[in-house]
């Protein structure tokens, strides 16, 4: 499974944030955990329902926006 096709965007779902497939877990909340310190082990031990490809999805999420966004010259 590509890791990307575990987020998903439903504008019913957390305002259309994107989350981890049949969670309402944000991309940006999974990151700002990693970013606070936490490690996959701690995040997977307070959200069970989460995996540890589920993690790498978001950071994968986030690689791939930050891509587009600098290839899209500045106005």
Do not use: H, W
């Not at 957390?14 to 981890?20: Q, S, V």
């Not at 497939?21 to 990151?31: A, H, K, S």
């Amino acid at each position: 499974m590509n890791l990307l096709e575990r987020v998903t965007v439903d504008p019913n779902i957390r305002f259309g944030k994107p989350c981890i497939r049949g969670t309402r877990i944000t991309v940006g909340d999974v990151l700002d955990y990693l970013a606070g310190g936490m490690s996959e082990t701690e995040i997977l031990n307070d959200f069970p329902q989460l995996s540890g490809d589920d993690i790498r999805a978001c950071l994968v999420y986030a690689a791939e926006r930050e891509r587009r966004s600098l290839s899209t010259p500045a106005a």
